[in-house]
């Protein structure tokens, strides 16, 4: 059955506001307010936007700021609908959770924790009136599930705005159980509780995992349903993470985890901040693969989970935990102590060092048990398959991407996961004119849960069919909103939709595709990235994964028209979608 979807996206601008006034809250706590024409309906360059909405407590802005000074050198293209992230050296980038909103007064107050440290709490130091800022976002707001009796809001200060504005605006109207750990008394706020609410200031310093799940441990559970939300640093939020979801056994959909930052020694912490350089400092000489192997056989094995259960085992007590006969165990421990992993620095047993933490993330682990891990391994067959004209993951599985998948719901699931973040992008495809007129549409590919969401969100209330069969449309079950209401034998169409359907094909088996919808429907549209994410650090990495699992580049327009000719179709035109993704719309020849 397919859980409720947890958040609502919002149209994704580039807006410029000006401070109006700088307030200290506390100490240790800076508040900027902002304000400016971009906050309302606006039109730039030709281009109509709509208001600034951020009608979520923990909704994210995203601070463009730039480490030379020339700001409009740093600044994203703005789409129709959307955001491009070109290419900038020295873009920075911070995300802050708006404090209070307030479009009568056309005002939005961001907060900052004073730590001394890092571009954007430096910038709001030295703001004045009337400085400029450029803000992207937020994309989307979490909906909290209904039928709720209380809500518990965890964090350290950076936490603060969100919980100060959930309390003050209360999208729910139960007790709220609210723990926050400071680094010193000055560091407390005046909250807006209300009778049945609680609140408990800890005094810890920033980071600080033992404190922090101690006092979660601490909390009294109240009877009936309830809902943890809980932000911090992002290593100090692992052990609360295994606590909610292990011991407390909360399920996915009652329990929101986020990483505000990221403790890096020895520079004071960047208050709710991702560092999102454009692009990372190259490595001195070639890394080898050994850690990584040996941290891929501690996942494996279980090692990490043990000692992680049950800190203060010895080698050979974890060895026959694990049921590992012979050395084997003893021949990972000294790479995964070099690396941090594992470690037993007093001799009192083997614990977890903050590489192992760090694993303990479910998004970490992927990269090392996942199909991105498996995509990287069949890395090994890359000279082969170059020379072969083939693709690497086929010399490796002995089968394309495509057949694996097609017989695997867990490998199909994690593509399906993979294209979530889809589903932000796709406001310009469902405002299309295309649509006009459009009562069916056919979907196919692991991003057609994305964009059977973005349509409902768009008000399009279309007869859907899926085309899929097998492991993924049992995986599909489980992630489009109201399958229910979904044909699920595909069939016939007014418009046919391949979300990412693409990426994991071969160039015969998307012409396979292609001709199959062109049996289907006359109109035909294929959502897929045709060049690397400008913002993200791996970005020179893209074409390389796209050759492991096709055998080809990143396919761009031009590529994409030459399957669609031989399909039977024509390019009609693209719509640029934002992060590097397009649209790319057919019509039958």
Known sequence: MASQRAYTTHPLVLRRVAVRRVEEVTPRMRRVVLGGEDLAAFTRDGIDHPGFAAPGFDDHVKLILAADGDIRAALPAQLPHGIEWTPAEHR?????????VDLDAGEVHLDFVVHGDGPAESWSA???????????????????????????????????????????????????HVLVTVPDDAARQELALRDGDTVTWVLAEPGDAAALESAVRALPVPAGEGYVWAAAES????????????????????????????????????????????SAPAP???????????????????????????????????????????????????????????VDADGSGL???????????????????G?????????????????????????????????????DAERYGELVE???????????????????????????????????????????????????????????????????????????????VAAKALAYRTDEEAVRLLTRLAAWTGTAVLVEASRPDGLSPHAAEAALHAFTATGGPLRDSAALAVLAERSGWRVERTVALGWGAEATVLRRA
């Open 235 to 278: 290593r100090a939020l692992l052990p609360v993470r295994r606590y909610l979801q292990r011991e407390r056994k909360l399920s996915k959909d009652r329990v929101n985890i986020t990483g505000y930052w990221h403790c890096e020694e020895p520079a004071a912490p960047e208050a709710e901040a991702e560092a999102t350089a454009d």
């Open 351 to 369: 614990r977890l060092g903050a590489a192992g933490e760090e694993l303990l993330d479910d998004h970490e682990r992927e990269e090392y048990t």
């Open 418 to 496: 993979e294209c979530e973040q889809l589903v932000f992008l796709l406001t310009g495809l469902t405002a299309d004119p295309l649509w006009e007129g459009v009562k069916t549409c056919l979907l196919t590919g692991p991003g057609s849960a994305s964009m059977a969401a973005a349509l409902d969100d768009a008000g399009r209330r279309l007869r859907l069919r899926i085309a899929e069969e097998g492991a993924p449309a049992e995986v599909l079950r489980g992630h489009v909103p109201a399958p229910d209401r979904i044909d699920w034998t595909g069939g016939p169409a007014d418009v046919a």
């Open 126 to 176: 030295a703001a004045r009136e009337g400085d400029e800022l450029w803000f992207v976002g937020p994309k989307s707001s979490l909906r909290l599930p209904e039928g709720l009796d209380w809500i518990q809001l965890v964090g350290d200060e950076t936490a603060l705005p969100a919980i100060g504005r959930f309390l003050d605006e209360r999208p729910l109207d139960v007790p709220a």
């Open 92 to 100: 920075l980038t911070r995300d802050y959770t708006p404090r209070r």
């Open 284 to 342: 001195a000489g070639i890394p080898s693969p050994l850690p990584w192997l040996v941290a891929r056989a501690a996942l494996q094995l279980g090692v990490v989970d043990t000692v992680a259960d049950t800190p203060g085992l010895s080698a050979g007590a974890l060895a026959a935990r694990l049921g590992v006969p012979g050395p084997g165990i003893a021949v990972l421990l000294p790479l995964l102590a070099a690396y941090d992993v594992v």
């Open 371 to 407: 199909h991105e891990a498996d995509l990287l391994l069949a890395l090994a067959h890359l000279a082969p398959a170059l020379r072969d004209g083939t693709s690497p993951w086929r010399l490796a599985s002995g089968a394309t991407l495509h057949d694996t998948v097609a017989d």
